[in-house]
C-alpha cells in the first residue's frame, strides 16, 4: 500500500513570497502524483499531475512541481505567493496497472499568506 | 465541464434514522468513489465503483451501504450511524480509474 508524507503542516507567509511544499511518498512500484488544494468552503481541486514524461509539471495558478523519483518526491513550488492561495493543500498518490484505485493523501498542509 | 454535483449540501439525522447520499456526473467517467473526511484531515477512501461494479471496500461498517444504479450516479445509503461518522462524504468520478480523480463539493453530515 501507498504512503504520503507532507513534512509542513502550517505554513505562514508574507505576499510575494516564494514557496515550497515538500510531498514523499513510499511505494515500491509506478505512482501517479497529484496536489489537490481546499479552498475555505470549496471543494477539492487539481492543482497539478504527474503520470510520466518531463519530470517537471506545471499546474494552474502558477504552481509547479518537480518529480524526482530517487527521492520519492514530488514537491509544489510557486515563485510569488498571493492572499488568494490561503487554502489547504494536499499531496496524493495512486498506483495504475491495476484497475481504478482511490487516492491517498498526505495528512494536508495549511498555508495562510498574509498581506 | 467536470462537474460532480452532490446532494445534500447538509444533512442532520439521528442514529435511528436512515437516508441517502447522492452523487451524479455526466462526464461519461466510469469509475466512482466515496470518500470521508473528518474536519482538519484528508480525505480517507471508502469505496470506488468501477464499470458500475464495486472493485474496492476500504473496510467501511455496514452501516454504510454504497450503490451505483447507473453510470452516472453513485448513492450512499446510511444506517443506525454513529455521532463518529459526521464528517464532509466526499464524491469523486474519473474517467478510468487510473487517472485524474474530480470532487463533489460534499456533503456534511452530522450525527445526533
Known amino acids: 500500500a501507498q504512503s504520503v508524507s507532507q513534512h509542513n503542516h502550517h505554513v505562514i507567509l508574507s505576499e510575494a513570497a516564494s514557496l515550497e511544499l515538500g510531498c514523499n511518498y513510499s511505494y515500491g512500484g509506478t505512482v501517479n502524483l497529484f496536489w489537490y488544494v481546499q479552498y475555505p468552503g470549496q471543494h477539492l481541486q487539481l492543482l497539478l499531475k504527474y503520470f510520466s514524461g518531463d519530470p517537471l509539471v506545471k499546474g494552474i495558478k502558477g504552481f509547479e512541481a518537480e518529480f524526482i523519483k530517487s527521492k520519492f518526491s514530488f514537491n509544489l513550488r510557486k515563485p510569488s505567493v498571493q492572499w488568494s492561495d490561503t487554502a489547504e493543500y494536499f499531496c496524493a498518490v495512486n498506483a495504475p496497472g491495476g484497475g481504478a484505485d482511490g487516492l491517498t493523501f498526505g495528512k494536508g498542509t495549511h498555508l495562510i499568506i498574509q498581506p | 465541464d467536470t462537474e ?18 447522492k452523487c451524479e456526473q455526466h462526464m461519461g467517467h466510469r469509475a466512482m468513489y466515496w470518500y470521508k473526511q473528518k474536519a482538519k484531515k484528508p480525505p480517507e477512501l471508502m469505496f470506488v465503483y468501477s464499470y458500475e461494479k464495486l472493485s474496492i471496500n476500504e473496510s467501511v461498517p455496514s452501516r454504510f451501504s ?3 444504479p447507473n453510470s452516472s450516479l453513485l448513492n450512499l445509503h446510511l444506517h443506525a450511524l454513529q455521532p463518529e461518522d459526521s464528517a464532509l462524504y466526499l464524491c469523486a468520478s474519473s474517467p478510468s480509474g487510473e487517472d485524474t480523480q474530480y470532487f463533489g463539493p460534499g456533503t456534511r453530515l452530522t450525527v445526533l
Open chain 2, 4 to 21: 460532480v454535483t452532490q446532494t445534500p449540501k447538509h444533512l442532520v439525522m439521528g442514529m435511528t434514522n436512515k437516508k441517502s447520499l
Open chain 2, 66 to 68: 454504497p450503490e451505483c
